[in-house]
């Protein structure tokens, strides 16, 4: 398993932005491109949900209904790490955002599922204040 640490999170008013970075290290003997990577959320007394991920090659980039045209995720192979632009945020984007990697996929695969997903980070808080 990889070691993945996100960070970028705050406190925000609707209709405000942030970025969420996830850095990725710890691949034994893997490159950060061997891993489809993906963003879920887990809102106070729900379940985590899936937010958008990013194929092992970057060209599939699946979302959330709830977040389309609002979120982007990226990938930056050169510093190992993985992004997401949250833009016109609402309150009802108040989460914790996990980053996570998935080490089977195939290269123009995203995968949406939470089982599909080997590591996983330790979370970045996200509040939108009305």
């Known amino acids: 398993q990889v070691q993945l640490v996100e960070s970028g999170g705050g406190l925000v008013q609707a209709g405000g932005s942030l970025r969420l970075s996830c850095a990725v290290s710890?691949?034994?003997?893997?490159?950060?491109?061997?891993?489809?990577m993906g963003w879920f959320r887990q809102a106070p007394g729900k379940e985590r949900e899936f937010v958008a991920a990013?194929?092992?090659?970057?060209?599939?980039?699946p979302y959330a209904e709830s977040v389309k045209g609002r979120f982007t995720i990226s990938r930056d192979i050169t510093k190992n790490t993985v992004y997401l632009q949250m833009n016109n945020l609402k309150p009802e984007d108040t989460a914790l955002y996990y980053c996570?990697?998935?080490?089977?996929?195939?290269?123009?695969?995203?995968?949406?599922?939470?089982?599909?997903?080997?590591?996983w980070g330790q979370g970045t808080q996200v509040t939108v204040s009305s």
């Open positions: 996570a990697a998935d080490e089977s996929a195939s290269a123009y695969y995203a995968p949406r599922r939470q089982a599909d997903f080997d590591s």
């Open positions: 710890g691949a034994s003997g893997r490159t950060f491109s061997s891993y489809a």
């Open positions: 990013v194929s092992r090659a970057g060209f599939s980039t």
